[in-house]
């Protein structure tokens, strides 16, 4: 055979000119199967595995590395490169890949493995690749991530350092959808500066979608120890921020007398109220105090521009800073904007005085039907009282009132935080210098639940609640024909006035910590000649009303739902009483 193929060649190589042509012919085929055989070669051939550390060895080499996927970035400054940035962990190191028209990526903490060239340029390295390829996994490689709260890392973050984890929470600040890299807290309360405990956040690649404020949202990532900032953050992808749109979100109302605290909401939906004025189709909104604030319209609002223009408007949009202006402007040409809504119904006589207050004082004879809160608790009497509306229940971001008067004689207190329904007028309170209402009739609605107080929280803590109904837990004792609720084992205590009929001093009850709910009174002493704190109407739980306390049947084991909780005929307050 190898005869033969020597003979052959042999005869290509000669001058002879009877073989040129087909001699011609023959190297033109084994060129075509050298190429061929290459090129299957350079196909099939599976490039190394090579550990980060090493690899300055491959330089400008097809390379693999398997390791963890840690971040991304999808087009990183915002060019409209159609490219991911990745970073890889395999132990030894972290190397960047640059990834050109991508393919899908899999959560953070997924082992995986990409393939691409080795670039070494001015002493930075990456490997770079083209196209869906380039980073594959199975679906084993997917981590199982614990779901934590944010009071479990707090506890020991030591012991998830390093660690793939998710958190659900509440996020600080707005998030707009084309930012690379951005930075914001994870609280666990709606209202950041109510949060018990927070974590930095680093949020890499764009969310593609506006996130709000105090949203609710479910995060994973990587938990590390910035040395720099001394401090915990977490290391989060902005595509993979799972939102909770069932979760209300708190839109704030714009104080126009204090728009140097605007800022806090810059990015935000908010609300604000004022006079509109259009001039040379340029849109700006007018408040009680302050500059105006500049409005860019969505294109509905542009075709209502006629209808609203010189009237008190309520708006909805997002607080952003124009530059070009240096002013504040209400973006209301995104998706999420509503259209503008005149003041016309009661539910929003206070925007209407906040927007034009002097249109509002000058009509005293207008008649409003007011759907609102109190604020604070008023006592009954037979005189006029002073009180305040809200809109809100109770305390909560950008909390608006108005102080109002309340007709008497009344017999029943109005509790804070109750709803209430009011036909009022608005007049001016010459000795205060302010608008104030004027109710004429005032229908009760719903009363919230009763503050549970604490021993703990001091003195100070409860002036908050002076005047509400409160629920107590304590021991009844008396002082020289005095009752007192102490704390058991302290010397603190408050004045006990219990309604005539209450169990809880009775001689079953007496000796044993309950519960006792009253309204909480602040009362002057005359033997220390101090103001002290008084449980008044005060009693204790029986929703049976079996003579025997909730406290009581709980540990009894009666049901505190039901009179004779075994059904034999005899009560359980009888029960007790055999059985001491």
Known sequence: MAASLKSFLARLSTDDPETNGPRLWVMFAISLLLVATLNWYAMVREPSVVDVDDLTEYVNEVVKVEGTLISWVEDPYNSGDNRLDAIIDDGTGVVELRWYRPGNTPPIGTNVTIIGDVINYEGRMWIQALGAGAMSWKSSDIPDVPLLAISDVAINPEAFDGEIIQLTGFISKSLAPDIAFG???????????????????????????????????????????????????????????????????????????????????????????????????????????????????????????????????????????????????????????????????????????????????????????????????????????????????????????????????RSTWLEAGQAVVADVTVSWDDENMRAELLIHDLSEGEKVNPTTLLWSDGATQWSYDKNKVVRLNGLAVEENGTWFLSEPGSEKKVRLNALGNSIGLDELHLGIAMTWEGRLLQVEDSKSMAVIYALESADVDDRDNDGLSDTLENSFGTSSYSEDSDGDGTSDRQEYIDQQ
């Open 183 to 409: 930075n914001a807290k994870l609280g666990d309360h709606p209202n950041y500066g109510n949060s018990e405990h927070q974590v930095g956040m680093t949020i890499h690649s764009s969310t593609g979608q506006w996130i709000e404020a105090g949203s609710k949202v479910t995060v994973q990532g990587v938990l590390s120890y910035q040395q720099r900032e001394l401090r915990w953050n977490l290391g989060v992808q902005g595509p993979e921020i799972m939102v909770d749109r069932n979760h209300p979100i708190e839109i704030p109302l714009l104080d126009w007398s204090s728009q140097s605290t605007w800022m806090y909401q810059s990015g935000r939906t908010v609300d604000v109220a004022g006079m509109l004025s259009i001039d040379n189709g340029t849109w700006e909104l007018t408040g009680s105090a302050g500059s105006p604030l500049c409005v860019i319209p969505s294109d509905d609002d542009k075709s209502m521009a006629e209808t609203w223009e010189g009237k008190a408007i309520k708006m909805r949009g997002r607080l952003v800073w124009n530059t070009a202006i240096s002013s504040w402007c209400l973006d209301k040409a995104g998706d999420s904007s509503e259209s503008l809504t005149a003041t016309s119904t009661i539910n929003d006589l206070l925007l209407m005085l906040s927007a034009n207050p002097i249109a509002a004082l000058s009509d005293p004879n207008t008649h409003y039907t007011v759907a609102a809160y109190m604020k604070y608790a008023v006592e009954p009497s037979v005189e006029d009282e002073s009180g305040y509306f809200t809109d809100s229940a109770g305390y909560t971001p950008g909390w608006t009132s108005i102080a109002v008067t309340i007709p008497g004689p």
